[in-house]
């Protein structure tokens, strides 16, 4: 199980697109951090089971990687949430280049922030220049 707590670590650096389908992109998720706790005492070897500090080093890794995830998300937030007011241009769902002023934030999203730019809901990773 270490491995794969390694592997959700470099999975933080990746894409948003990328990290939207990566199931490790997800530890952030209180489920699947007890889907992952009872995977795995469900398959450990009878004979060679985890050792209680292995076990307790694991749970403190995962509990880590949901604690990163967390923070970036608020950080997101608030970097969102400094620009209302501003005068932004961004790529629009279409693909259209969007330039006006924000609005408002809504911080619920499932992709991150969502900002109102003149009447349209654009990405917070989408803005391209802040004037």
């Not at 007011?85 to 992709?111: E, I, M, R």
Request: proline share 5%; aromatic share 2%; glycine share 12%.
């Amino acid at each position: 199980m270490t491995g794969s707590i390694q592997g959700a670590g470099a999975a933080t650096g990746t894409t948003s697109q990328a990290a939207a389908t990566n199931p490790l992109s997800q530890l952030s998720n209180s489920q699947t951090f007890l889907d992952l706790l009872v995977a795995q005492l469900k398959y450990q070897d009878p004979l060679n089971p985890t050792s209680g500090t292995q076990f307790l080093a694991e749970t403190a890794q995962l509990t880590e990687v949901q604690t990163i995830t967390q923070l970036s998300q608020e950080m997101a937030g608030g970097e969102a949430t400094g620009l209302i007011g501003k005068q932004v241009t961004a790529t629009g769902p279409s693909g259209t280049p969007v330039t006006g002023t924000v609005s408002s934030v809504d911080l619920t999203g499932a992709n991150g922030p969502m900002l109102d730019v003149g009447g349209v809901s654009v990405a917070l990773s989408s803005i391209q220049k802040v004037q």
